[in-house]
């Protein structure tokens, strides 16, 4: 069993606080527990940033249907209930935060202002609309070409 979860299954609250790590309620620590900590200090802080990467790998990985090409909302402003195109699990609630294999992110096009004479290539979203991108130069642009067909 790790250092952390001996502390953890003693009853004892553990999070990061910085480069250091918290007990809570630290009051009920004997002389053995903070001996313990002591020497498994470092170990224990790095399962606690494992733990913390871990879980922000878990909430980066949520979608909500809104957020998704194949969710078609019942409602005009583009919220609230609808369904999924491709019958996913979900698309009963448009923020609805969830794990979806079936997800497909909307890609909003933002007009920007190409500078006049600027060397410029045709450009293809995602979702296959072209555009015209501005390159930064004539290397950039042979890149874009590339990856571009």
Not at 12 to 30: E, Q, Y
Not at 87 to 98: F, I, N, P
Not at 127 to 135: G, M
């Amino acid at each position: 069993m790790s250092a952390l979860m001996k502390i953890k299954n003693a009853g004892f609250d553990v999070s990061l606080n910085g480069d250091n790590f918290r007990i809570t309620p630290a009051s009920f620590l004997s002389t053995r527990q903070r001996e313990f900590l002591k020497l498994h200090k470092a170990e224990i802080i790095n399962e606690l940033q494992a733990e913390t990467i871990a879980i922000q790998t878990e909430v980066d990985n949520f979608v909500s249907c809104a957020d998704c090409l194949h969710f078609k909302c019942n409602n005009s402003h583009g919220k609230g209930g609808g369904y999924c195109l491709v019958g996913g699990d979900y698309g009963l609630w448009s923020e609805t935060q969830h794990h979806c294999t079936k997800f497909d992110a909307r890609v909003e096009i933002q007009d920007y202002v190409i500078k006049e004479g600027a060397l410029t290539v045709n450009c293809y979203t995602p979702n296959w609309q072209s555009i015209e991108v501005e390159a930064g130069d004539p290397e950039h642009a042979l890149w874009l070409e590339r990856v571009n067909p």
